[in-house]
């Protein structure tokens, strides 16, 4: 998904970027929070275009 697109969703949703760290295969990982829901940790494309895959931690 792009992540632009991506990104707005969770914004929407009351999301909160947290931080972000290198990931394996020179990808991007980046958190984010939220006042209510679990974490979201997210896994980009090296450029930070496409989020790979995104789960609750």
């Given at each position: 998904m792009p992540s632009t697109e991506f990104e707005l969703l969770l914004l929407?949703?009351?999301?909160?970027?947290?931080?972000t760290a290198p990931a394996?295969?020179?990808r991007m990982?980046?958190?984010w929070?939220?006042?209510?829901?679990?974490?979201i940790e997210a896994i980009y494309s090296p450029d930070g275009i496409v989020?790979?895959?995104a789960y609750h931690v």
């Open positions: 929407t949703a009351g999301y909160g970027k947290m931080g394996q295969g020179n990982k980046v958190w929070t939220h006042s209510t829901f679990r974490r989020v790979i895959t």
